[in-house]
């Protein structure tokens, strides 16, 4: 089965860096949809990057130049690097995974906390 697990939140000042780990238990991780998903308090979750089976991505205009999502299958990881970060990026974020050939098959992991304060 697939199972996702999301480390590498956690407090940091803006303008800081966070580098969010997905751990997977996928062997091939070009055999799916990958995404990073956000959700503040009050308000709804929020896609924020994704990278399809062939390697292509998308941002949210809201992060765009400052998250790179990338896959190392060597490491069954996907990850997001964020960088000169804000009090707005602060949220749970989730891992999010689908085949490519059936997108009802989907998983998501339990999230993790980002915080950006002074």
């Known amino acids: 089965q697939v199972e996702l697990v999301e480390s590498g939140g956690g407090l940091v000042q803006p303008g800081g860096s966070l580098k969010l780990s997905c751990a997977t238990t996928?062997?091939?991780?070009?055999?799916?949809?990958w995404g990073w998903y956000r959700q503040a308090p009050g308000k709804q979750r929020e896609l924020v990057a994704t990278?399809?089976?062939?390697?292509?991505?998308n941002y949210a205009d809201s992060v765009k130049g400052r998250f790179t999502i990338t896959r190392d299958n060597g490491e069954h990881t996907v990850y997001l690097q964020m960088d000169r970060l804000k009090p707005a990026d602060t949220a749970v974020y989730y891992c999010y995974a689908d085949l490519g050939y059936d997108r009802s098959l989907n998983y998501w992991g339990q999230g993790t906390q980002v915080s950006v304060s002074s």
């Open positions: 996928v062997n091939i991780l070009s055999l799916y949809n």
């Open positions: 990278m399809l089976t062939d390697g292509s991505t």
